[in-house]
């Protein structure tokens, strides 16, 4: 009788253990796609986190490194948690366009809500900077505080270092700074290329997307991007504490926070089930189902777990029913419904008594009397229209269970299209749907498809208030429900009308010109100016459709960088390398003017030689000089090259 005691006071319980905490790092799919238009997968290895599909409108480079040469370390704040990165395949994003107007768009679209207990690390993060947004399980958009930001550290203080990220000891090693208000992690503030510096996340909140809006701000930025999880593991037993219940059936379920079966395990033959490495959540339940139509469930069928502070361990406890029990299901077309009342009322009078559908859909009523008739109603939960009442008889003398009592509810309307765009289907993208005090809201799946179930009669007005970055927020149309599901509410996104960006180099004499003042202007009107930065480089971004033409002001004393023109056409192109080389000009010297002779001098009329040509007297000399005639000319040479040596010596150095 103890033991028995002792197996119905613990059957039922979800205890936490002290097992260790597992972690991994996320797989990633094949890189499709290319410049602007790159597409992957993302999957964390825990038993319950969803895949997300990745779509980029990077530029060209987007890689995934193997992580073997850059990494964070295991002293580093991430690393404490999840474990060194070492190894670790990461994505190497881009700007759309390497000038401050074109930042690249990032998004993350999970199968389905993820879980908690999960990071993203953004490294790299220095001349450039990264806005963080995403999408909650509702589809309503995340709050900063949803985001999770944790800390920014630099990943170079580790031992050892990442070989190629912190070998030069010469480089900054600095931290980026988190902005809550605008949800962004922004580089230092001289937007210098320097080394190791990282910030990391944990989501506090269910996600069905996440984005990634990553700027340029000066030379040529990379985005790192490492996700890893936390994985713990559940377990336990499903005890018979009275009579004979055969468990060869039975299956524990594990249900995450949306309510899908992530995974569905049998209990073996000593009672017992596990399921190793869950993502390290809360809002996880373990269900029992299965159990035979002779036996009872004593222990709550469905338990909550909580898998934050370890593992968790969870039994259950079943027991032969008494004679003569009712039994059934409870359905919709989608499948079993859980938490469904049920009542039991004798049909020749005396008290009712209710039942609770479990995650199979299953309730039992036990203990009911022979050569009786019994009235069985359900109540219809939110969504769903009710079923007429059933009758059950129990013959005389029977021993056995009356079975298969089910019902079938029928849901209300189900509206559902798809959104799409010029290029196909737009996933993660936020529909909903208002009307009668309510708003119904869905994100759509990688496919483009939404669903919004359950919606009762009236008029609805369907809207995307929120598009992707690049698209026009669509007009709402009507839509009215009745009776019957209504299909094909489909929307199509436009994009916004494209821009594109002009970006280039000045040098002088080979090298980067900073200052420099850059002219883009339509049809060769005057237009926006801009600067070139330490590097010589420059861009102008969110330029619309047309022929530009782009001057760089000279400077002084300098030629070359000839102006040209360029055209943007409706796709909006990056036009780079735009590059403008100027020269110095090289120096001249003052013309040498000659003096005439004075016609006074007796040396102005030479003796004629002999061939009739002039030669000047033996004895010539120069005035006050008593030097020969041939001093002068020698003396004007070397004056003359005394002068040039004097310019050269005073022209700029050249780069």
């Known amino acids: 009788m103890l033991a028995a005691a002792m197996a119905v006071l613990l059957a039922g319980s979800a205890v936490a253990a002290t097992a260790a905490t597992t972690t991994g790092f996320a797989q990633w799919g094949p890189l499709t796609g290319s410049t602007n238009d790159y597409a992957t997968t ?30 964070f370390g295991a002293s580093t704040p991430p690393g404490q948690r999840y474990g060194s990165s070492r190894d ?46 995403a999408t909650r399980a509702d589809g309503t958009a995340a709050t900063t505080a949803d985001l999770g930001f944790r800390s920014a550290f630099n990943l170079c203080d580790t031992t050892p270092r990442p070989s190629s990220v912190c070998s030069d000891t010469g480089r ?50 990379i985005l790192q991007t490492w996700f890893a999880v936390t994985k713990q593991d559940v377990s336990g037993t499903v005890a018979v504490t009275t009579g004979t219940c055969s468990l060869a059936s039975a299956t524990v379920s594990l249900v995450d926070a949306s309510g899908a079966v992530v995974a569905t395990r049998s209990v073996d033959a000593s009672g017992t089930y596990a399921f190793d490495g869950v993502a390290a959540s809360d809002g996880y339940r373990v269900a029992l189902s299965g159990v035979p139509a002779t036996c009872l469930v004593t222990s709550p069928s469905s338990r909550a777990i909580d898998l934050r502070a370890g593992d968790a361990v969870t039994d259950f406890s079943v027991r032969q029913a008494v004679p003569v029990p009712i039994t059934g299901e409870v359905r919709a077309v989608s499948g079993p419904l859980e938490g469904v009342t049920v009542t ?26 022979d050569a009786a008739d019994y009235t069985i ?34 849901a209300l309307p189900t509206v559902s299209g798809v959104v799409e765009g ?52 669509p007009a709402t149309s009507p839509v009215t429900v009745g009776t019957a599901d209504v299909p094909d509410q489909d929307v199509v996104l436009t ?100 003096v005439p002779d004075d016609p006074s001098d007796p040396a102005a009329d030479p003796t004629p030689d002999d ?3 002039s030669a000047p007297d033996d004895g010539a000399v120069l005035p006050d000089s008593g030097g020969p005639s041939l001093a002068l000319p020698l003396l004007g040479l070397a004056l003359t090259t005394a002068g040039a040596v004097a310019v050269v010596a005073a022209r700029p150095r050249r780069g």
């Not at 980026?176 to 996340?201: C, I, K, Q, Y």
């Not at 330029?543 to 782009?550: M, N």
């Open 422 to 473: 010029p290029d196909g289907p737009v996933a993660g993208v936020t529909v909903e749907l208002t009307g009668g005090g309510s708003t119904y809201r869905a994100v759509t799946a990688a496919d483009g498809t939404y669903a919004l179930p359950r919606v009762p009669a009236g008029g609805y007005v369907l809207a995307v208030p929120n598009p992707p970055a690049g698209y026009q927020t």
């Open 611 to 613: 061939d009739g040509g």
């Open 42 to 71: 993302m999957q964390l290895p825990a038993l319950g986190f969803p895949e997300a599909t990745v779509a980029s409108d990077s530029r060209a480079d987007v890689a995934l490194p193997s992580g073997a040469t850059n990494w």
């Open 344 to 369: 039991l009322t004798p049909v020749a009078g005396g008290p009712s008594r209710t039942a609770t559908t479990d995650v199979a859909g299953r309730y039992v009523f036990e203990d009911n009397a």
């Open 172 to 221: 900054p090693k600095d931290v980026p700074t988190w902005d809550p208000a605008t949800a962004t992690l922004r580089g230092n503030d001289a937007a210098v290329d320097s080394d190791g510096a990282t910030g990391w996340f944990e989501p506090t909140t269910s996600l069905r997307t996440l984005t990634f809006t990553f700027t340029r701000r000066a030379g040529l930025p």
């Open 495 to 594: 994009r916004v009308a494209a821009t594109g960006s002009v970006a280039g180099t000045v040098t002088l004499d080979g090298r980067p010109l900073p200052g420099a003042v850059v002219t883009v202007g339509p049809g060769g009107a005057a237009g926006a100016t801009v600067t070139t930065d330490a590097e010589g480089t420059f861009g102008l971004g969110a330029l619309t459709p047309g022929t530009y033409r782009v001057t760089v002001a000279a400077p002084a004393g300098t030629s070359g960088g000839a102006a040209r023109s360029v055209t943007i056409t409706v796709a909006g192109e990056d036009l780079t390398g735009q590059d403008f080389a100027f020269v110095t000009d090289p120096a001249t010297s003052d013309p040498v003017v000659p």
């Open 377 to 410: 109603a359900v109540t219809a939960p939110s969504g769903y229209l009710s079923a007429p009442d059933r009758t059950a008889t129990v013959p005389a003398g029977a021993t056995t269970p009356v079975t298969d009592q089910d019902f079938v509810l029928q």
């Open 88 to 133: 670790q395949a990461y994505l190497n994003l881009r700007p759309r366009a390497d000038n401050a107007s074109s930042p690249s768009t990032t998004t993350y679209t999970f199968d389905r809500p993820t879980p908690q207990g999960w990071t993203v690390v953004l490294g790299d993060v220095d001349a450039d900077q990264v806005r963080v947004s």
